[in-house]
């Protein structure tokens, strides 16, 4: 399994709608996640962090963590045509593996007008 | 305030020959990692350093190395480069080491010919 894998893409969605990207993750990355935007040629930006079990909101992004089921969730509300994007899923194993932030493959999201 | 700054932007090399890649961090940060980004995929870690002493390896080999500055800033050297090389190198930086979340610079795009 690898430590952290995306569902597979792309996915798209209608400009308003709900849109779902998932992440599952192995045993050696469990202790804080991160939610990354990149846009197409650009860098990864930094859009939501969680730590704990249960959801987090902020605006019309929601991230969820299930720590039992080794899940971890971004929801997009009201999605824009400007939220198309690579969205990467990354999460930290902490401990000697410090500051190593481990990527999923990452999902297009692509959202249409 | 600035963001995390990366030079060159582009870099064209030949096989054999040897790069420096650098980055300033946010101001205030004290952390920076190096990831490579290969087209289609999540980054990849390659170091962390904290206060100028290396916190972190990835699974790359010796021909990478890096260093970090009393000013926080550090370089990426590659030496003897392959064309698998070719990648867009990243540079993130934390307050610290460990949970923090990490934001990105613009990356420098290195292509080895």
């Known amino acids: 399994q690898k430590e952290v894998e995306q569902n597979s893409g792309p996915l798209s969605v209608p400009e308003g709608a709900i849109a779902s990207l998932n992440c599952t993750y192995s045993?050696?990355?469990?202790?804080?996640f991160f939610w990354y935007r990149q846009y197409s040629g650009k860098s990864p930006e930094l859009i939501m962090s969680i730590y704990s079990n249960g959801d987090k909101e902020d605006g019309r992004f929601t991230a969820q963590l299930n720590k039992a089921s080794q899940y971890v969730s971004l929801l997009i509300r009201d999605s824009q045509p400007s939220d198309s994007a690579t969205y990467l899923c990354a999460g930290n194993a902490g401990g000697t593996s410090y500051g190593k932030l481990t990527f999923g493959q990452g999902t297009i999201l692509t959202v249409h007008p | 305030d600035a963001g995390v700054t990366q030079s060159p932007t582009h870099l064209i090399k030949t096989r054999g020959q040897q790069v420096t890649l650098r980055c300033s961090p946010i101001?205030?940060?004290?952390?920076v990692s190096w990831y490579q980004q290969v087209l289609g995929q999540g980054p990849q870690f390659i170091f962390q350093?904290?206060?100028?002493?290396?916190?972190g390896r990835g699974n790359f080999p010796d021909r990478f190395s890096a260093r970090q500055f009393p000013n926080y800033s550090s370089e990426l050297n590659v030496n003897a480069l392959l064309l698998g090389d070719s990648a867009l190198y990243l540079c993130?930086?934390?307050?610290?080491?460990?949970?923090?979340?990490?934001?990105f610079g613009d990356g420098t795009r290195l292509s080895i010919l």
């Open positions: 045993d050696r990355v469990s202790q804080s």
């Open positions: 350093y904290y206060e100028k002493e290396e916190r």
């Open positions: 101001s205030g940060h004290k952390s």
């Open positions: 993130a930086s934390s307050l610290g080491p460990g949970n923090q979340p990490q934001h």
